[in-house]
């Protein structure tokens, strides 16, 4: 029989390895965490966000990740971009998107919670996330310096990033922003040549039909069209439009 003393050596050996592995695990855990709040932080003061107020943007961070996508695929495309400033885009445009994409983008501070809700609701019933929530601001955010990841974190970053675009944009330069930098269907970036290349007319051109047929196809340009629209689409484009008809007779 060993005697008690051995019997305590051996334990207290085999408890140290196990006491070092909890130790290596707390570190590790510890500088994971670390990078992450390190990897959201830089957001705060990187990009200079308010030289966006004078300069417009080249190749966003979404545009190269498309690219990537196209490498990938082993197809060569190329990007069709045609920067237009907001008043030689159409009205009913402007308020198509805004209705379709953000019906709270003039009043809200870059979030709207209650969407945020709404589509947290949503996903829940689903049980997946189906529903974004997000603001033109937020969106925005995403094309300009992010991916579509849903990962937590890149959430995070796309927050901090519309805070930071609605404290030194004007609501309208966040508008044309997005207007010129979305993406409309497969490699087509900016309403013009969504404009151009579905229906043959420049953005100033576009009509009320026109304008709610594009605005409607902006949460998912590769599926569905503008041109040869589904009969789900066709029939968001007519609610757009009537809401769009009633907020113009309201006006008038």
Same mark, same amino acid.
């Given at each position: 029989m060993p005697s008690s003393k051995h019997s305590n050596t051996r334990q207290t050996t085999q408890r140290k390895p196990a006491g070092r592995a909890k130790r290596v695990a707390f570190w590790l855990l510890a500088l994971l965490l670390l990078a992450g709040v390190a990897d959201v932080g830089r957001y705060a003061v990187w990009p200079n966000v308010s030289r966006l107020a004078r300069e417009n943007p080249g190749k966003t961070a979404f545009m190269s990740w498309r690219e990537a996508q196209w490498a990938r695929e082993g197809r060569k495309k190329r990007i069709e971009q045609v920067w237009v400033p907001l008043n030689r885009i159409a009205k009913s445009a402007v308020l198509a998107v805004t209705i379709a994409e953000d019906d709270?983008?003039?009043?809200?501070?870059?979030?709207?919670?209650? +969407?945020?809700?709404?589509?947290?609701?949503?996903?829940?019933?689903?049980?997946?996330?189906? #529903? +974004?929530?997000?603001?033109?601001?937020? =969106?925005? #955010?995403? $094309?300009?310096?992010?991916?579509?990841?849903? $990962?937590?974190?890149?959430?995070?970053?796309?927050?901090?990033? #519309?805070?930071?675009? /609605?404290? *030194?944009?004007?609501?309208?330069?966040?508008? /044309?922003?997005?207007?010129?930098? @979305?993406?409309?269907?497969?490699? &087509?970036?900016?309403?013009?040549?969504?404009?151009?290349?579905?229906?043959?007319?420049? *953005?100033?051109?576009?009509?009320?039909? =026109?304008? #709610?047929?594009? @605005?409607? &196809?902006l949460p998912s340009p590769l599926k569905w069209s503008a041109v040869h629209p589904s009969r789900g689409v066709a029939l968001r484009a007519r609610i757009i439009l009537e809401r769009m008809q009633r907020r113009l007779g309201d006006d008038g």
């Open positions: 709270k983008f003039w009043q809200h501070g870059g979030f709207d919670f209650e +969407g945020m809700q709404q589509a947290l609701k949503k996903d829940l019933e689903k049980g997946r996330i189906a #529903a +974004g929530g997000s603001t033109i601001t937020q =969106q925005l #955010a995403k $094309n300009l310096w992010l991916t579509p990841s849903r $990962n937590p974190l890149r959430k995070v970053k796309e927050a901090l990033l #519309a805070w930071r675009l /609605e404290e *030194a944009l004007s609501k309208k330069r966040i508008l /044309e922003l997005y207007l010129n930098v @979305a993406e409309w269907g497969d490699g &087509v970036f900016g309403i013009e040549a969504a404009s151009r290349a579905s229906f043959g007319v420049p *953005a100033a051109a576009l009509s009320a039909e =026109q304008a #709610a047929r594009l @605005a409607v &196809v």
